[in-house]
C-alpha cells in the first residue's frame, strides 16, 4: 500500500541521484530519467513523485491533470532507483514508491484513457494491441517444432507475444529455433502465449497483473518443463522481478535468456559467418532485460531509525543495485560476430537511458516517448555507430519507428535479425 511507503519518502533528501547518471562522462548525456528531460520541472522526477505521493497520503493533494501528467509521463525504467542507490542504498527506494502510487491511482480510477483501452485489451486478448486470433506460432511455419505440454519437453521456448506479433522479429526467431535443435535441445513452444502481467503490474493494476501471472504460471507448471528460454525481456524481467513481488514462484524451474542460451550453443563452436561489409554497432540496454531483471528478493523484517538518522533493517533487507541484470550476453554475441565493430555509448548497463516505450508511456504520451527515444538515438549517433541494435522488440520496434519519423541518419536492428544474416550467408557460402 502507498501508505507503507511514507517512511522511505521522508528519507529523500532531494540530492537528484534520481536525476542524474553517477560519473557522467558529458553534459550532453548526463541526466538518467526520461521523464524529467521530458518535463523539465521537479514534479517529473522519482523525487518530485516521492512528494506528490505523500501529499496523497497526507491528504493535502487531490488529482489534478498535472498531476496524473507527471505520474504517467514515466516509462517506469528504473534509472531513478539505480542512482537513488548510489547514494543512498536502499533506505529510498523510489520505484518501489512508484509502482505503489501507480496502484493507489488505478485504484481510485484515476488511470489515463489509453490504459484504460490497454487494460481492455489484455483482459480480453492477452495482449495490449487488442491483436483479435492471433496465432502466436506463424513465425514458425514449416519449422515443425514441438509444442510444450505434459512433460513433452524438458525446455519451453517462450517466444512472447511481442516477437510472435512482429513480423520483423520473425528470421532471428527462426533461427534461434534452428539453433537450438542443431545443438540438441529438447524443447517445445506454446501456440496461444499471452501477456505474463508485467505490463498490468507497471500500470497499477495489480490484482490483473497476478491473475496474468498465475495464469502463466499454472501453465508452465503443467507443462513439466524445468526451463523456460524467453525471447522476451519483458517476461525476463516478470519472472524474476515481477512474480517475487506478487508471492509467485516458479520453484524449481530455470529462467533463462534467449541471448544467455544462444551464446552458450555458439560457444560449443558452431561457425558465425561474417557480413559483406564491417560495422560499427552500438548496443542499447533494454531496462526490462537490465536493470528491472535483477531477482527481487520478498523481505519480511523491521525497520528501526538510530541516532535520528540511520535505517536499519533487521535482518538486513536485499538491495536491487541493478547490476545484475542481462548485460554480458547480449555484448559476447555481438563480439561474435565477424565484421562487428561494437562501440558503447555512454550510458550503458544498469545506467542504460530508456528509449521511453514502456509502461504504456508511449500510448498515453507519446511525445514523451518520442522525445526519450530521440535523445537515446543522438547518444548512439555520437558514438559514431552506423548501427545500433537492442534484443527487446518494444525497444527495437519504438526506436525504428522514431528514427524512420525523423530522419534520423542511423540503422535500428533486432540482435538476432543481426545473426539471421550471418546465419543463414553462412548456410549459403
Known amino acids: 500500500m502507498l501508505e507503507d ?34 518535463g523539465n520541472f521537479h514534479a517529473y522526477s522519482a523525487s518530485g513523485k516521492n512528494i506528490l505521493a505523500y501529499g496523497l497520503i497526507e491528504g493535502r493533494l487531490g488529482y489534478s491533470e498535472d498531476f496524473l501528467h507527471s505520474v504517467y509521463a514515466c516509462s517506469m525504467c528504473g534509472a531513478c532507483d539505480a542512482g537513488c542507490k548510489w547514494n543512498h542504498s536502499g533506505v529510498v527506494e523510489p520505484l518501489d514508491t512508484l509502482y505503489a502510487l501507480r496502484q493507489r491511482l488505478a485504484d481510485d480510477g484515476q488511470a489515463l484513457p489509453a490504459h ?47 516477437n510472435a506479433s512482429g513480423e520483423a522479429m520473425w528470421p532471428g526467431l527462426r533461427v534461434v529455433a534452428e539453433l537450438f535443435r542443431r545443438a540438441g535441445f529438447d524443447f ?26 498465475e495464469e502463466a504460471a499454472d501453465r508452465i507448471r503443467a507443462a513439466g518443463v524445468g526451463t523456460i528460454i524467453t525471447c522476451s525481456a519483458s517476461s525476463y524481467a516478470a519472472f524474476r522481478n515481477v512474480y517475487p513481488r506478487l508471492g509467485i514462484a516458479l520453484d524449481g524451474i ?28 552500438t548496443y542499447h540496454d533494454p531496462c526490462k ?20 538518522q540511520v535505517n536499519i533493517t533487521n535482518p538486513p533487507r536485499p538491495v536491487l543495485f541493478g547490476n545484475k541484470g542481462n548485460y554480458e550476453s547480449p555484448r559476447a554475441l555481438l563480439r561474435r560476430m565477424p565484421g562487428i565493430d561494437l562501440v558503447e555509448m555512454e550510458r550503458s548497463k544498469a545506467f542504460s537511458f530508456c528509449c521511453g516505450a514502456a509502461a504504456g508511456a508511449k500510448e498515453a504520451i507519446p511525445e514523451f516517448a518520442e522525445k526519450a527515444a530521440l535523445h537515446r538515438l543522438d547518444e548512439a549517433m555520437a558514438t559514431g555507430a552506423t548501427t545500433l541494435v537492442s534484443v527487446c522488440a518494444s525497444c527495437t520496434g519504438h526506436l525504428r519507428e ?10 535500428v536492428r533486432d540482435l538476432f535479425e543481426l545473426l539471421a544474416d550471418r546465419i543463414t550467408a553462412g548456410a549459403h557460402a
Request: glycine share 10%; proline share 4%.
Open 289 to 308: 532485460l537490465g536493470r528491472l531483471s535483477e531477482p527481487y528478493v520478498r523481505w519480511d523484517g523491521e525497520s528501526t531509525t538510530a541516532f535520528n
Open 254 to 281: 530455470k529462467i533463462v535468456h534467449v541471448t544467455d542460451a544462444v551464446e552458450e550453443v555458439l560457444a560449443g563452436g558452431l561457425p558465425v559467418h561474417a557480413a559483406t561489409r564491417a560495422e560499427k554497432v
Open 5 to 38: 511507503r511514507k517512511p522511505y519518502i521522508l528519507n529523500c533528501d532531494r540530492c537528484s541521484h534520481c536525476k542524474w547518471t553517477p560519473g557522467a562522462r558529458s553534459n550532453a548525456f548526463a541526466q538518467s530519467c526520461p521523464s524529467i528531460y521530458y
Open 116 to 162: 484504460v483501452e490497454i487494460m481492455q485489451n489484455l483482459r480480453m486478448y492477452g495482449n495490449p494491441r487488442g491483436l483479435a486470433g492471433n496465432d502466436s506460432l506463424q513465425w514458425a511455419d514449416g519449422l515443425g517444432l514441438k509444442e510444450i505440454g505434459n512433460g513433452h519437453c524438458a525446455t519451453y521456448l517462450h517466444v512472447g507475444w511481442e
Open 188 to 213: 517445445g513452444v506454446a501456440r496461444d502465449e499471452r501477456s505474463t502481467g508485467e505490463l498490468a503490474f507497471d500500470l497499477g493494476f495489480v490484482a490483473d497483473a497476478r491473475a496474468m501471472a
Open 402 to 411: 522514431v528514427a524512420a519519423r525523423n530522419n534520423v541518419a542511423i540503422q
